[in-house]
């Protein structure tokens, strides 16, 4: 009898640290997926506002940028 209850006590001992383990496995996994998606996240976040900054960067210098400079098509004549 003893020796059954050593066993059980035994097997209830390992099913518990089992379970605990695999508990502790899966809060790992859930936490590694949430860091993970608040990275992609965040860098879709920095891509889009990289990509909004330059095309408003490009649109106000198109617009109150320097004034365009004429184009010479010929030297100018010699006044003299």
Do not use: C, I, K, N
């Not at 990509?51 to 100018?76: C, D, E, I, K, N």
Request: glycine letters at 12%; hydrophobic letters at 50%.
């Amino acid at each position: 009898m003893a020796s059954d209850d050593l066993h059980s006590d035994w097997a209830a001992w390992l099913g518990a640290e089992l379970a605990e383990a695999e508990a502790a496995a899966l809060r790992a996994h859930r936490r590694e997926r949430r860091r993970r998606g608040l990275g992609r996240a965040l860098a879709w976040t920095g891509a889009v506002a990289l990509a909004a900054g330059l095309g408003f960067g490009l649109v106000y210098t198109a617009q109150h940028g320097p004034a365009p400079r004429p184009a010479v098509s010929a030297p100018p004549s010699p006044a003299g």
